[in-house]
């Protein structure tokens, strides 16, 4: 198999066949003609599948060395898929940390179709043991997760789910392939919010769901023809067309979270800073063990108050203060306040989501422009 850079650039991008476009062309038309009724040439309706949804679908696939790919019009309509393919009275462990949007569709939504979830912190694996049920089909994990970057050792739940029948779900969206590959680690499904690095420009909504398992492939396949969630014919364009540089703006993303973690480690100004990058994270050596890399999302608690933080937040002129993540350009934002603010503020609280608790995704900006951004607005 070639390397990850080498299918990032070709994986389902090779010359159109009718004029030798070197880049494929953009197929926007819902519907396709047919020969005589039932005769095509491979498609039929755009829902049901389309040849440039095809070709990134592909691509998707290959970088996680899974076999099946499925395009959706964003995270959580991907997640939403994986969820109803079980039936009610179903279980669901899931991380307690998980994206606020995520929890929201759980607990406000697919909660009512009576899947119950289970939230505990799974890099506690006593407590883990304990909160999986007789019906619990999945395990539900995000690592690194959003906001706390903690790790959970995929190996390890992989091989406890398999003795148990339960299938697990990893929420690659913040290491991408290019620093982790859950299919590899055990794992039966893999979901990104292509919204995110994949995509990487900051201009798609986007889900992709990869996996390996036949089974969940046909009802997940069936699902986005069924229900419809899919991604536009040009939004998979605009996605696969990022992931061409996935991997050297990954690195860019990885080198400059380092060196922005080092420094604010030693600022005056800060209490602490998570990054699985760091000797100080909790679980820094399984995270080097996991991954090949730890990308470009970091957290750090301000000495203080919320006012301290929400200075901070205010201050900064390169860091866009913004929700989101995983695009060329920084930004820096209060999960307290914008992306976890669906979770309840007793939650946020036992979780250790803080007030003084600032979000950075470092962009591919010159490392040392942000950091004294950073310090003046520390400052
Ligand atoms: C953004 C995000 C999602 C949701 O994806 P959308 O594309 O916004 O629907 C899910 N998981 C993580 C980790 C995310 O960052």
Redesign the pocket.
């Known amino acids: 198999m070639k390397g990850l850079s080498t299918r990032a650039v070709h994986s389902g991008q090779e010359p159109d066949p009718s004029f030798g476009d070197v880049i494929p062309p953009l197929h926007l038309s819902s519907t396709f003609a047919q020969s005589s009724p039932g005769e095509h040439k491979g498609f039929d309706y755009s829902r049901a599948g389309n040849p440039t949804r095809q070709r990134y679908e592909t691509c998707l696939a290959s970088l996680e060395n899974g076999k099946h790919a499925f395009a959706f019009s964003?995270?959580?309509?991907a997640?939403d898929a994986v969820i109803r393919t079980l039936s009610p009275g179903d279980q669901v462990v899931c991380s307690d940390d998980v994206?606020g949007?995520?929890f929201r569709l759980f607990d406000r939504i697919l909660k009512n179709q009576n899947i119950e979830f289970r939230f505990a912190d799974l890099t506690d694996h006593s407590k883990l043991e304990q909160t999986i049920g007789a019906r619990t089909k999945f395990i539900w994990l995000?690592t690194p997760s959003?906001p706390l970057l903690k790790v959970v050792d995929i190996k390890y739940l992989c091989e406890m789910a398999k003795s148990r029948s339960i299938r697990v779900a990893v929420?690659n969206?913040?290491a991408t392939p290019v620093f982790q590959r859950p299919l590899e680690l055990g794992a039966d499904i893999v979901m990104h919010?292509?919204?995110?690095y994949i995509n990487g420009h900051s201009d798609v909504?986007?889900?992709a769901i990869i996996t390996n398992d036949e089974e969940l492939a046909e009802q997940i396949g069936f699902l986005q023809f069924a229900a419809g969630a899919v991604q536009s014919p040009f939004d998979c364009y605009m996605a696969h067309r990022g992931i061409k540089t996935l991997v050297v703006r990954m690195q860019q993303h990885q080198a400059s979270a380092m060196k922005i973690a080092q420094h604010l480690e030693q600022h005056p100004k800060v209490h602490k800073v998570l990054y699985p990058g760091l000797p100080s994270h909790p679980q820094h050596t399984l995270a080097s063990q996991q991954m090949d890399g730890y990308s470009g999302m970091l957290t750090f608690f301000v000495k203080g108050n919320l006012d301290d933080a929400k200075r901070v937040l205010k201050k900064t002129r390169l860091f866009t203060l913004a929700e989101?993540?995983g695009g060329v350009e920084s930004l820096i934002e209060h999960p307290a306040i914008m992306t976890h603010a669906s979770l309840p503020a007793e939650v946020r609280k036992e979780l250790g989501i803080e007030d003084t608790l600032i979000r950075l995704s470092v962009g591919i900006e010159d490392s040392d422009d942000l950091i004294e951004d950073l310090d003046q607005a520390l400052g």
């Open positions: 964003s995270g959580l309509a997640i994206y949007g995520t995000e959003n929420d969206t913040f919010s292509v919204t995110k909504i986007g889900g989101s993540l």
